[in-house]
């Protein structure tokens, strides 16, 4: 029987490190946490890359089918009005904190806009701090240098990588804790794999166990096995007419491909708790960041990724504890992924403790396990914002930045405005906006200086430098208009460089390494690495430098698995060309890879840098 629950730069690091707010919801998890009285449960959060909330046969989508997801309510919790942001990395930062996205300076999804302030406590530290074995495999999209790093942030392992996509899902180059690594097969199969071993080698004492996944997010690359049943399928267009119009079914055939190897990746990990006798005490989270990345079904839902709307928004939500949790429980209320950090810790009795600022997020720890009767939360509000679009969602309502008005309620696919009928709700809803969006307007918007990256942390061998986070001068260019998984190429010309605006944090003697393509006309290219403090006076600055001794295969890599042509840059068979030793002084400064000669017409291509502390 169904349970139906209504819930309500770096030179000025310590500045980031202040001591934080007492958080108020920290106190109300500690209340929570009062009336579990059981064995603290292990916690695995599974999170998808831009599925939709339709795109599960949960949800009535007749396209797909995904048991073991659905699963996941029918044993435990479905959380029917959860809310993400509009797109991923304001979704992890809400997740991993508990606080809105535009509170902690996250503007954007590359180059350094992902990343949120140091200084916010992150819900892998609070279960680190509370004995568990922490791990994060998959996507992180927060930041790849220390302080940012997963490996910085509460998880003690970790193997994936730290861009908002990755250009190719097969054996790809990835990293283990800093180091970059070969990956084994398709990505996500891998990443569970290594989810699973973890489980194994920790089963004996609590963990908690981040496995953000990287599909179905672009490049539509898909196994043969999973495409194969998709390749002709007729597919069933969403009821909503705009839609059905400009849906694109080669890439939903992809997307839903995508979703089912989700959905075995999910049934392996799940068969895996129960073989491992701790299925009952784990707590199991499914969700997604955003809503789908192409127009397909969707419940007939408006918008999509990077919408304000439902439909960019909603996103499925499974709790499973068989210990607590009971079956078939229904949540109606409007909950979000600020949410989730407080329930957890709740769960769990890991105290919160000092954060950045207050928590936005509330535990409905308690409403989940039914230590609590169900109650209205009608003065709940989530807002959501993204490039100068904002809405606020209550229980009954979503009110737009434009004026519109929407009754959720009745009308799911915000097709009829109601703003004119209810003037109060109106006026009250647009009062809350408007107060929100003042409130984290400061970092609602980028800043117009450019992004430094952090180089040489003490804590951290490894630093990576990829040319995400660069730029470069003359006919330098980049392979997409997308930066986050991109190389330079047609470097031809020996006046132009490439240039990383970075900060040392710690001082000391490193080893430069490159990951380049090049054909054979460009052997004997000579490459300079060099650093120029920015208060440099006259003082030379270090530089070493190499040259390119061997070619690498042309083409691009795995693009047989590409279902859908994609705006993405693509992947090559890189190889590594260590460049020697930098001494790098503390401070703000620029790292800048220069050419002395360039053999060939087509020059180089570049993808990473890598620097090494040396012991």
């Not at 839902?301 to 504890?321: D, F, H, N, T």
């Not at 992924?337 to 919160?352: S, V």
């Not at 003359?474 to 010309?493: E, K, L, Q, V």
């Amino acid at each position: 029987m169904k349970r139906a629950i209504n819930v309500i730069t770096f030179a000025a690091l310590s500045l980031w490190l202040t001591v934080g707010i007492p958080s108020s919801a920290a106190t109300e998890s500690a209340d929570s946490t009062q009336n579990v009285r059981t064995e603290r449960p292990n916690v695995v959060v599974i999170l998808a890359d831009d599925q939709g909330w339709g795109d599960l046969s949960l949800h009535g989508n007749p396209n797909l089918k995904t048991p073991h997801i659905d699963s996941l309510a029918r044993d435990g919790a479905n959380l029917k009005n959860f809310y993400v942001c509009a797109v991923c990395s304001p979704t992890r930062a809400e997740f991993l904190t508990g606080r809105y996205h535009s509170r902690m300076g996250v503007y954007s999804t590359s180059q350094g806009g992902e990343r949120f302030h140091l200084g916010e406590r992150t819900i892998g530290e609070v279960f680190s701090d509370a004995g568990y074995q922490t791990a994060a495999y998959g996507k992180w999209h927060s930041g790849m240098q220390a302080p940012y790093h997963p490996n910085s942030r509460g998880f003690a392992d970790f193997y994936g990588f730290c861009s908002g996509h990755w250009g190719n899902y097969f054996s790809p180059i990835l990293e283990h804790n800093g180091e970059i690594v070969r990956g084994d097969g398709f990505l996500t199969d891998d990443l569970t794999n290594h989810a699973i071993e973890f489980i194994k080698k920790h089963r004996q004492s609590p963990f908690f166990v981040y496995l953000p996944l990287n599909t179905p997010h672009s490049p539509m690359q898909v196994p043969d096995s999973d495409w194969a049943p998709f390749a002709d399928k007729d597919i069933v267009p969403d009821p909503r007419k705009e839609n059905a119009r400009r849906e694109n079914q080669q890439h939903t055939r992809a997307a839903l491909a995508l979703c089912e190897n989700i959905d075995r990746n999910v049934g392996r990990l799940l068969k895996s708790l129960e073989s491992l006798e701790i299925a009952d005490n784990t707590v199991v989270v499914y969700f997604s960041d955003n809503g789908p990345n192409g127009r397909r079904f969707n419940g007939g839902l408006r918008g999509q990724k990077g919408s304000v709307y439902e439909g960019g928004l909603r996103s499925p939500c499974l709790i499973r504890w068989p210990k607590q949790i009971q079956p078939g429980t229904e949540i109606e209320s409007v909950a979000g992924a600020i949410d989730l950090l407080p329930t957890l810790a709740a769960f769990c009795r890991a105290e919160i403790g000092e954060t950045r600022g207050p928590l936005d997020g509330v535990s409905f720890a308690d409403q989940l396990t039914g230590r609590s009767e169900p109650h209205d939360s009608p003065h709940r509000a989530l807002f959501s914002t993204w490039k100068g679009r904002a809405s606020v969602r209550t229980q009954h309502y979503r009110y737009h930045l434009d004026g519109t008005l929407y009754e959720i309620s009745s009308d799911r696919g915000e097709q009829n405005d109601v703003a004119k009928e209810h003037p109060v709700v109106v006026a009250r809803l647009k009062k809350k906006l408007h107060r929100w969006r003042e409130e984290t307007a400061s970092n609602d918007r980028r800043d117009h200086q450019e992004p430094t990256f952090p180089v040489g942390h003490p804590d951290s061998e490894w630093t990576q430098l990829p040319v995400r986070d660069a730029t470069a001068t003359g006919a330098i260019r980049r392979s997409s208009r997308h930066p986050n998984s991109t190389y330079f190429s047609n470097w031809t010309n020996a006046d132009d460089t490439i240039r990383w605006d970075v900060d040392v944090i710690a001082e000391g003697s490193f080893d430069a390494e490159l990951w380049y393509a090049s054909d054979e006309q460009a052997l004997g290219t000579e490459l300079t690495l060099s650093f120029t403090p920015s208060d440099s006076d006259e003082a030379a600055s270090p530089s070493t430098s190499t040259v390119v001794n061997q070619s690498t295969p042309p083409g691009h890599v795995a693009t047989d698995f590409d279902r859908v042509a994609r705006t993405e840059g693509y992947e090559k068979a890189w190889q590594q060309l260590p460049i020697g030793h930098l001494t790098l002084p503390s401070g703000h400064g620029t790292l800048q890879l220069s050419a002395s000669k360039i053999q060939g017409d087509q020059g180089i291509e570049i993808r990473l840098l890598t620097l090494r502390r040396k012991k």
